[in-house]
DNA sequence: TCAATATATTAGTGTATACTTACGTTAGTG
DNA sequence: CACTAACGTAAGTATACACTAATATATTGA
């Protein structure tokens, strides 16, 4: 299983976050990836590995091209820090507002 | 409603992460969140202020101290982005593994 | 009002990050 | 084999980040 450090990590740039938008509805070269994006595609790249570690994406080779698509091992490690994690916060939650009020 | 950029930031940081683990089970005092982590206090204030930013947190003042408890704005964004975003994601994962076989 | 408590803010610093340009690598094609 | 296509990798750089130490702020009580 993932750490969420790398999966957070990944999510926090808004570029990467790009990135899987791009592909959420399918895979797409590496090349396709970039071109609709404001940074170079070395810089792509880059972004690309980083989800990748995070397995947050799945790459897969065809030719000289790299398909990358979405990896849901990185998005079953979220679901787990919310199931586990933040079905408690909702509860605590209550409470906190209640003792806020005079 | 609050951009993903700032909360997936705050929770990409692993300190951080351990503030919201020592609130999830109750509010507590400043100082008292310092106490279980390895930084100073100033440096746990200021980790405490990103939270903050990302409605992650919440602060409420008692006499001279401050107490934070979790906050579930910022949680209903990430909710938000995973029902909106992620749904397609599982789905189309199939159609990845597929071709890949040969 | 003076001091103590609890905390935030500022200034400064080493390191990590995201970017670009230049170069290297792998697979197909004539 | 040379050439092209589609990439990744490396080196260098400006900026952002997390941290500490020092200082400032706000609240309570003597």
Request: proline share 7%; glycine share 6%.
């Amino acid at each position: 299983m993932q750490n969420l450090d790398n999966i957070f990590f990944a999510l926090s740039d808004p570029t990467r976050r790009d990135v899987l938008e791009r592909i959420r509805n399918g895979p797409m070269p590496a090349g396709k990836i970039a071109e609709g994006l404001p940074v170079t595609r070395p810089a792509v790249s880059q972004h690309l590995r980083i989800l990748k570690d995070a397995e947050l994406i799945q790459e897969r080779r065809e030719g000289t091209k790299r398909i990358y698509g979405l990896n849901p091992l990185g998005l079953e490690a979220l679901k787990e820090f919310f199931d586990d994690y933040w079905s408690v916060a909702m509860t605590r939650f209550k409470d906190f507002v209640e003792t806020e009020e005079p």
